[in-house]
């Protein structure tokens, strides 16, 4: 990487040099196992600048989100955020039976089907053929294409501008920021408001939450750093939320420039806390690496020390930030022999890199493992008491971050 993306600056500098990964969700089917993989560097750099942080665009989003393996809804509580989202969000905004909404990177429909529930006109933009026809069986009109500024304005000229445009965790996942943030703009009416939720620079690094580094994440944002995003295609902040989801995460109100006025009390609090954690400034990162490097050292000693006294650990989740710990760390077959997913899709599959087994869930209580190496560690709250029956057999749950945590359940 030469520029940043989104000022142009060629003053980049390293934050963490993560090695070489395959694409996070780019699961190999049982006949690919003898076949060269592709590895691409991993490497994340700040502008000092505009203070975006960003990996170089190694990878399209074509490559990408053609065909996904994530499916929203198998996460009872990521629908449920949606639909408390959906009820707090027709409330703020008056949203009835006039209005209109718009989410990019719609998924499976875990949002729009409250929005759909409550009789409002939506249309969810999609660009995965696989989970895009999964939400329109579900009832949930779904376009599917990448959002551009020309696929904006086709939509705005088809179904008329939007009162809300939603993009949650969409933002950190397009190389061209700019023409993406077009695009919002030109969905979105002149009085209309858009939600944006994206994890929250400040997090990621004060809990070292390294492993949500990956390719199909384009760049990480600081509020400072999305303020200038959104005014590259005529948005303007105007109040934000800190959220607990993804391990930290901001939502970010914004509005056409012209519609905005004054951003809330909000904004400036959450940019003084950016600047006492020094990320307008190299110093609040020269440490990141050292402490993720800790990471891997206690998460390797943990497994190697339970295979040497003959304990089984086993994981839960295939998620895409769990690829990133596994291939980071080097774990393979020996030290984690699976791991299982809800997710029907990834049964029989094999995790990228690391090549490690994904099972259906109830394999865990036919094999009663010593330890289950919680891998999706932001839905800690919901798996540990989906995990709650390991209890009967004395088991116990593993979470890798922001530090190695052993915990026993109980029912």
């Not at 070292?208 to 999305?226: C, G, K, L, M, P």
């Not at 984690?336 to 899709?345: E, G, I």
Request: hydrophobic share 40%.
């Amino acid at each position: 990487m030469t520029r940043c993306r989104l000022c142009g600056s060629t003053a980049l500098e390293s934050v963490v040099d993560l090695g070489a990964t395959p694409p996070c969700e780019s699961f190999l089917a049982a006949e690919q196992l003898d076949a060269p993989e592709p590895a691409y560097p991993l490497h994340l750099r700040v502008c000092t600048d505009c203070w975006l942080a960003q990996l170089p665009p190694l990878i399209t989003p074509e490559e990408t989100f053609s065909e996904y393996a994530y499916f929203s809804s198998y996460s009872s509580s990521w629908v449920e955020h949606a639909r408390v989202f959906v009820a707090d969000a027709a409330a703020r905004l008056g949203l009835g039976a006039d209005s209109f909404v718009v989410e990019v990177a719609s998924n499976d429909g875990y949002l729009l089907r409250h929005v759909v529930d409550r009789g409002v006109r939506c249309l969810g933009v999609e660009p995965s053929v696989n989970v895009g026809a999964a939400a329109r069986e579900a009832g949930v009109p779904t376009l599917t294409a990448f959002l551009s500024p020309e696929t904006g304005a086709a939509v705005r000229a088809e179904h008329g501008p939007a009162d809300l445009v939603v993009a949650n965790n969409v933002y950190a996942h397009i190389p061209d920021v700019i023409g993406f943030t077009k695009g919002l703009r030109a969905l979105v009416a002149d009085d209309g408001w858009v939600s944006i939720e994206v994890q929250h620079l400040l997090t990621l690094i004060e809990e070292n939450q390294y492993d949500t580094i990956y390719h199909e994440h384009f760049q990480y944002y600081t509020v400072a750093s999305a303020i200038r995003a959104l005014a590259s295609g005529g948005l303007a902040l105007v109040d934000v939320e800190l959220l607990p989801t993804h391990g930290g995460s901001l939502r970010l109100w914004a509005r056409p420039e012209e519609a905005a006025g004054e951003p809330s009390r909000r904004v400036a609090d959450v940019l003084a806390r950016e600047k006492a954690a020094g990320l307008q400034e190299l110093s609040g990162y020269t440490e990141f690496s050292a402490r993720v490097a800790k990471v891997r050292r206690d998460l390797l000693r943990f497994l190697v020390d339970a295979a040497e006294e003959g304990k089984t650990v086993v994981g839960y989740g295939a998620p895409g930030k769990g690829n990133t710990l596994l291939n980071h760390c080097g774990i393979r077959p020996d030290l984690l022999p699976y791991t299982v997913d809800r997710n029907p899709y990834k049964h029989g599959r094999y995790t990228p890199g690391t090549r490690i087994p994904i099972l259906p869930p109830d394999r865990i209580a036919a094999d009663r493992p010593d330890y289950v190496l919680v891998l999706p560690w932001n839905l800690r709250a919901e798996l540990a008491e989906q995990l709650a029956y390991v209890h009967e057999w004395g088991g116990r749950l593993v979470f890798p971050i922001p530090e190695l945590s052993i915990v026993e359940v109980e029912r």
